[in-house]
């Protein structure tokens, strides 16, 4: 069964920096996209910043220019480095994937979310 793990939250002051990390385990024969999304207290989840095979990168503009998303292909891990961090960037983290299983068979999965809280 694949399945996404994360790791990496954790309490930051305002203007500092957390690292997540998203490895994907499991039958895998490729991965296509892999996201970040966050869901704040009362709020729907919302996409951070997604990255493709490819290495193209999309980001919410609430984050641009201080989130980072990248990946390792070897390691079937994606990462995002949260700089500059703001009290309002408080959230519980999920990481998303669109595995292929097999060539022509994926799924998208979701990690089991990961809390960052930004004091002030």
């Known amino acids: 069964q694949e399945q996404l793990v994360e790791s990496g939250g954790g309490l930051v002051q305002a203007g500092g920096s957390l690292r997540l990390s998203c490895a994907a385990s499991?039958?895998?024969?490729?991965?296509?996209?892999m996201g970040w999304y966050r869901q704040a207290p009362g709020k729907e989840r919302e996409l951070v910043a997604t990255i493709t095979s490819g290495g193209s990168r999309n980001y919410a503009e609430s984050v641009k220019g201080r989130f980072t998303i990248s990946r390792d292909n070897a390691k079937n891990t994606v990462y995002l480095q949260m700089n500059s961090l703001k009290p309002e960037d408080t959230a519980v983290y999920y990481c998303?994937?669109?595995?292929?299983?097999?060539?022509?068979?994926?799924?998208?999965?979701w990690g089991q979310g990961t809390q960052v809280t930004v004091s002030s």
């Open positions: 998303n994937a669109d595995v292929y299983s097999r060539p022509i068979t994926h799924s998208y999965y």
């Open positions: 499991g039958t895998i024969f490729s991965i296509n996209a």
